[in-house]
Structure formats: C-alpha cells, structure tokens
C-alpha cells in the first residue's frame, strides 16, 4: 500500500451502495480524477473519470480506502465519541503495520478524532497539508473534506490539495505493481 485515503466514517448510502464516497454529491471523484494523483491511473484503466465502481480497483495500484470509525451513519456528526476512541487505535495499529508510505485524511474532522484517540493529540495545533509527525513509517497528510457539507472549498481547490499530494509520494506509488506484499 503506498496511499490511504481516510475519511470519517462510512455513510449509509456509501455502505449501501458497497463502495466508498458513493454519493454523487461527494465531490472525491470528481477532483480525484482531475488531479496529477490519478493521471497514472486514469491512463492505466482506460478512462478520464474514475468512479466509486473504481475503489477496489485501486488496490492494485497501491491506494487504499478506509476511515477513522467504521460504524456507518447518516451524518459523521450522529456518531457518539465512544465510537472513535474504540475505532482510531485499531487505524493506528493498521497504519504501523501495513506502513502505508502516505495516509490522506479527508478533512480536518477525520484527522482531528484520529489525532486526538491514537495519538493522544487532543488540542491540535491542526492544519491541511504535511503533518510533522508520522505513524510508524507513513507519512501523514490532510486535505479539505470533499463533503458536500464542506462546500466552502471549491472542487478546484479540491484538485490542487490532491495534486500537492502526488507530489509527496514516493516514485511508482501510481503505478501497477507497486503495492507491497
């Protein structure tokens, strides 16, 4: 695995419909397939818009997806806290031992309950971009939410947190085959 993405937690629709950021309102898709971060991919499957159908797809290109809570809701607002101090550890634990080479928070939300029930870090500072801490060896990076509720950041704005990404893994993490074993 050379790129995670973690959100918040999975929404029913998205749990419904089998695949992650399944609501067409969600903006993932969208900026993820106009971003540099999936050119290699879009290049490799074929297509210049990537879909949720793609999510599992991705695995083979080294990019996985998962969330902080994994109790699905219809808002991430209607989960008790008791769900992420249960839930961050056992991401924590995941991230050290899969060592992803970057995990991307969706959102300072998502990175905020994981830093305060993993790491300890309940008072921030919190930023988008390149945190300065790691998880083992990954590295840890933050982007704006692509909630719709999250609809002061324009889906360009979008696409440049993702580009500014790519620029941060390591060579080959969009290629085939480069998913360690």
Request: charged share 20%; hydrophobic share 40%.
């Given at each position: ?45 074929g297509r210049e ?82 945190q300065r801490i ?48």
């Amino acid at each position: 695995m050379r790129l995670l993405f973690v959100g918040i937690n999975p929404s029913t629709f998205s749990v419904q419909r089998g695949h992650y950021y399944a609501r067409p309102t969600n903006r993932f898709w969208r900026a993820f397939s106009r971003s540099l971060l999936s050119a290699p991919l879009r290049r490799a499957l074929g297509r210049e818009e990537l879909s949720p159908e793609d999510d599992r797809a991705l695995l083979e290109y080294g990019i996985g997806f998962t969330d902080v809570a994994k109790v699905p809701s219809r808002q991430a607002s209607h989960l008790p806290r008791r769900a992420f101090a249960a839930w961050a550890p056992l991401l924590r634990d995941r991230i050290v031992s899969y060592e992803p080479a970057v995990v991307c928070f969706q959102g300072l939300t998502a990175w905020r309950w994981f830093a305060r029930y993993a790491l300890g870090n309940a008072g921030g500072p919190w930023s988008l971009g390149l945190q300065r801490i790691r998880v083992g060896r990954s590295r840890l990076f933050v982007v704006p939410s692509p909630s719709p509720a999250n609809a002061r950041v324009t889906l360009g704005e979008l696409v440049s947190w993702y580009n500014r990404l790519a620029r941060i893994l390591p060579p080959g993490a969009s290629s085939r085959g480069t998913r360690e074993r």
